[in-house]
T-cell receptor, first 110, second 115 residues
Framework: GENVEQHPSTLSVQEGDSAVIKCTYSDSASNYFPWYKQELGKRPQLIIDIRSNVGEKKDQRIAVTLNKTAKHFSLHITETQPEDSAVYFCAANDGQNFVFGPGTRLSVLP | GEEVAQTPKHLVRGEGQKAKLYCAPIKGHSYVFWYQQVLKNEFKFLISFQNENVFDETGMPKERFSAKCLPNSPCSLEIQATKLEDSAVYFC?????????????FGSGTRLTVV
């Protein structure tokens, strides 16, 4: 089955700086990779996703890149703001379900 | 509705007691998924449904966990004889499409504390 690793586990950045979170997956059959943001005590919310037929996708300050050959994908947040502080989870599909990474706690310091 | 509704928000049970959690998927979503999120944030897949049929139950500890999605009723996840290690937040998610190709919409979760 699929195995997803995620780094770093915690990340602190100054407001306005960029943040990058990296994930690797093991199953070359995985072809859909969503990213979720979970604020403290709240539900995970889908913020961006990428399919294996594209290498990059951008939505305002958030972008995701995918390297199928190396089996890794990354989340990039530019011009970080305090409201970006949350735990971010990457995921990869594994048949009909998702396998989630262990999460990255991002703190944006004012 | 447009939200996945989970009840209750919090549930406290003594070890050995039964716990029952409920999930109403978004109207029109045929697929329901249950995940367990333990203290270290990791999500563990438990079970998925397509309408009232079990789709994948590979993550379910079958001895004490059971789940149902019956027509015209919220889906439910039941834990018989709870153990301390069952303490977690249980998230339900629903999807209009078959899982794995589109992101889910998650409910707010039920925090189960076993004391």
């Amino acid at each position: 089955g699929e195995n997803v690793e995620q780094h770093p586990s915690t990340l602190s950045v100054q407001e306005g700086d960029s943040a990058v979170i990296k994930c690797t997956y093991s199953d070359s059959a995985s072809n859909y990779f969503p990213w979720y943001k979970q604020e403290l005590g709240k539900r995970p919310q889908l913020i961006i996703d990428i399919r294996s037929n594209v290498g990059e996708k951008k939505d305002q300050r958030i972008a995701v890149t995918l390297n199928k050959t190396a089996k890794h994908f990354s989340l990039h947040i530019t011009e970080t703001q305090p409201e970006d502080s949350a735990v971010y989870f990457c995921a990869a599909n594994d048949g009909q379900n998702f396998v989630f990474g262990p999460g990255t706690r991002l703190s944006v310091l004012p | 509705g447009e939200e996945v509704a989970q009840t209750p928000k919090h549930l406290v049970r003594g070890e050995g007691q039964k716990a029952k959690l409920y999930c109403a998927p978004i109207k029109g979503h045929s697929y329901v998924f249950w995940y367990q999120q333990v203290l270290k944030n990791e999500f563990k897949f438990l079970i998925s449904f397509q309408n009232e049929n079990v789709f994948d139950e590979t993550g379910m500890p079958k001895e004490r966990f059971s789940a149902k999605c019956l027509p015209n009723s919220p889906c439910s996840l039941e834990i018989q004889a709870t153990k301390l290690e069952d303490s977690a937040v249980y998230f339900c998610a629903s999807s209009q499409f078959q899982g794995g190709n589109y992101g889910y919409t998650f409910g707010s979760g039920t925090r189960l504390t076993v004391v």
